[in-house]
């Protein structure tokens, strides 16, 4: 477990928070790196508390947890074995079932557009700026948005380079406009996935929302790349 002095937002959805210290914070502050906790007393309170089957609950839970593991490697046993033109008709079945009126392009892209927007679509060079929501096909879990931080993303087209499925995905509508972008894994983060966000074999959701398409300004150099949608300035 865990003992931490500030908030862990990284941590969230990773571990469990069991409560917080009430009398011993002294104790806490004393503790140093590679100190060793010999015994570990945890007293109940409580009906509720005294009820609770620590071995049967985690038991459980690791059950679940070991037939969602094996399940999700057989998955991508399964992905792994087609071709990309066999993929995109299987991804391409599964989004329709949610999304009747999606539409498949021929790399295998799949989209449903809520407004068009101008007449206009990007140009290599030209500056997009937009706001996104980026989640996981596969659970809908959310990896990255520049709704949540309140600032959208500007970018020149083509040039400061994104996955291959998000750039086809802003070709699709202009100024004004808003689609729903699935895109295949092989438009994605490939079969190694994203360390840490993006799980292998991974179809990604974007919800994108075109604000402006301008010619570019002069651009200020900077020593990051722009290889995802995720980085900011």
């Known amino acids: 477990f865990f003992i931490t002095h500030i908030p862990t937002p990284w941590l969230d959805g990773k571990h469990t928070v069991f409560g917080h210290v009430l009398q011993g914070q002294s104790i806490v502050d004393?503790?140093?790196?590679?100190?060793?906790?010999?015994?570990?007393?945890?007293?109940?309170?409580?009906?509720?508390?005294?009820?609770?089957n620590a071995i049967e609950v985690f038991g459980k839970y690791y059950e679940a947890f070991a037939k969602a593991e094996k399940e999700r490697q057989e998955k991508i046993a399964k992905i792994?074995?087609?071709?990309?033109?066999?993929?995109k008709t299987y991804m391409y079945n599964e989004v329709k079932v949610k999304y009747p009126n999606a539409v498949l392009s021929p790399t295998g892209l799949v989209y449903i557009i809520d407004k068009t927007g101008d007449e206009k679509r990007a140009q290599k060079g030209e500056q997009v700026t937009l706001h996104y929501n980026g989640t996981l096909r596969a659970d809908g879990k959310k990896f990255d948005s520049s709704y949540d931080r309140n600032q959208p993303m500007p970018f020149k087209y083509l040039e400061q380079r994104m996955i291959?499925?998000?750039?086809?995905?802003?070709t699709l509508i202009g100024q004004g406009g808003k689609a729903k972008i699935i895109i295949?894994?092989?438009?994605?983060?490939?079969?190694?996935?994203?360390?840490?966000?993006?799980?292998?074999?991974?179809?990604?959701?974007?919800?994108?929302?075109?604000?402006?398409?301008?010619?570019?300004?002069?651009?200020?150099?900077?020593?990051?790349?722009?290889?995802?949608p995720n980085h900011k300035h």
């Open 164 to 170: 291959s499925g998000f750039e086809e995905g802003v």
């Open 184 to 228: 295949p894994y092989y438009q994605a983060y490939g079969a190694q996935g994203r360390p840490g966000a993006i799980p292998p074999y991974s179809d990604l959701v974007f919800d994108i929302e075109i604000l402006s398409i301008t010619a570019s300004p002069t651009e200020v150099p900077h020593d990051h790349d722009h290889s995802d």
């Open 80 to 87: 792994s074995a087609m071709s990309q033109d066999e993929y």
């Open 30 to 52: 004393a503790i140093q790196q590679d100190d060793v906790m010999k015994t570990v007393k945890i007293i109940r309170v409580g009906s509720e508390a005294k009820k609770f």
